[in-house]
């Protein structure tokens, strides 16, 4: 299974189905660039997926999932997940990693992976324990600390930070302030131990060989693990920056990568037919592309839609997408290059320094973000709020944009579970006012 999995990640979208090869493109536009990204994200041009083992599929098209117990609205994980299962309710994602055992938790920057990789990022594990915690006071717990930890996880099962007694650290860690709880992060971090499941969006641990399916309870060679990282640092990328391609493969295989190592890997593996270099129309750097997405970049190139991407249900285009504040496609400044759209995720920031709002979410129509709102939801009166609502300049108010508008308000508080729609923050009074009079369709109580 694991293997069959590997050649689809390797060769997805049926390119040996059809024994082709795909046409290798030189160089593409911005807009192929942004569909693209949108595309193999699977937020484009619609939802693709449905139910438990959606989630699951989204998961592995994704490549990854950031995780964050913030929930102003929604946690930023369900908020991504709803932009790609048509059906998603903030369980199944639990389900599927957890009840299931499809993915698993890990890193310094929380993910979510699919359970198949655990093979591959068992070398990440191994130089974690190699290299200790440096950032904590000691970089190897104690034996006798990690000996009682284990024993209490194999004597009682799955337990939490709480529910293991532990002698105060003589400095804070955010990572805890029990030596014990500091090492149960450690023993996570090497593979010893692997997250259960969650309380809300606690950590319940418990050992490796009672979590991880015993299919997957092996490593793979060093060279297997670094050249497959390699490559999944484009494919989660969508198109790679070459100039940064090492940084983000150390950051996978957890060493760092000297400049002419990183020449020499992308040489090798563009001489091995896996990636080619292209050039995107208004940027100065080259990017990598994996070979077997060529055959989709020829047919956005060309003004079509890969029949792999499908929606089931709404196109963007008749319904907005609200992209999740941590989402690969425009955090951390990608939706100023992608999309000239400036987006900062201002809920650490302190509120008189805010430009939007606390929670605010970019808004995808079509294959552009042209608004953002800042939502809301009281969960005693089920009421999804709309604190704040601006169009860019440039977006378009006819009257197709406010059906799609009213529509992906109705899929987002369907998603939460609100049963009102406060939609006070809204501006321009008009739009307010044509909205409220969509949802009122509905069935949805508006002011």
Known sequence: MTEAWHLGFLFRHSLLTFNLKPLLMDSISKQTYRRFLLGSQGLWPGRRYRSLTGTESALRQMQALQLDPLVMVARSQDIAMYGRVLDYKPDLLYKMAYDKRKAFDYGGWLMMYPMQEFPYW??????????????????????????????????????????????????????????????????????????????????????????????????????????????????????????????????F??????????????????????????????????????????????????????????????????????????????????????????????VYKPAH?????????????????????????????????ILGFWLEDDAPKDGDFVNALANGLKRFADMIGAVRIDLGGVKPAKLRTELKTKLKKFGFQSK
């Open 253 to 346: 295989i957890h060493r760092k990568i000297s400049i002419k190592e990183g020449r020499d890997r992308i040489e090798r593996l563009i001489e091995k037919g896996e990636v080619s270099r292209v050039r995107v129309e208004g940027f100065k750097e080259n990017f990598l592309i994996l070979n077997s997405d060529q055959a989709h970049l020829s047919k956005l190139e060309a003004g079509r839609v890969p029949k792999e991407w499908k929606p089931k249900g709404s196109t963007t285009l008749e319904e907005v997408t609200f992209l999740a504040p941590l989402e690969i496609v425009s955090a951390r400044g990608r939706a100023k290059k992608v999309f000239d759209f400036d987006y900062v995720w201002e």
């Open 122 to 251: 068992q070398l990440h594990m191994q130089r974690r324990k190699e290299k200790g915690l440096r950032w904590e006071h000691f970089a190897h717990p104690p034996k006798k600390v990690m000996d009682f930890v284990l024993g209490e996880l194999r004597e009682k099962g799955p337990l939490g930070n709480r529910d293991i007694e532990g002698d105060a650290i003589k400095e804070w860690s955010y990572r805890g302030r029990k030596e014990t709880s500091v090492t149960l992060f450690y023993l996570w971090l090497v593979g010893e131990v692997m997250i259960s499941s969650r309380k809300g969006f606690d950590r319940i641990y418990d050992l490796r060989e009672r979590v991880l399916p015993s299919e997957y309870d092996y490593k793979v060679s060093v060279d297997e693990a670094e050249d497959y990282f390699g490559k999944k640092h484009i494919a989660f990328s969508g198109i790679a920056r070459e100039p940064s391609w090492k940084t983000g493969l150390g950051d």
């Open 353 to 385: 320094q805010r430009k939007w709002g606390y929670y605010t979410l970019p808004i995808l129509y079509g294959d552009d973000l042209v608004a953002r709102l800042d939502p809301k939801h009281d969960r005693t009166t089920n009421t999804l709020h």
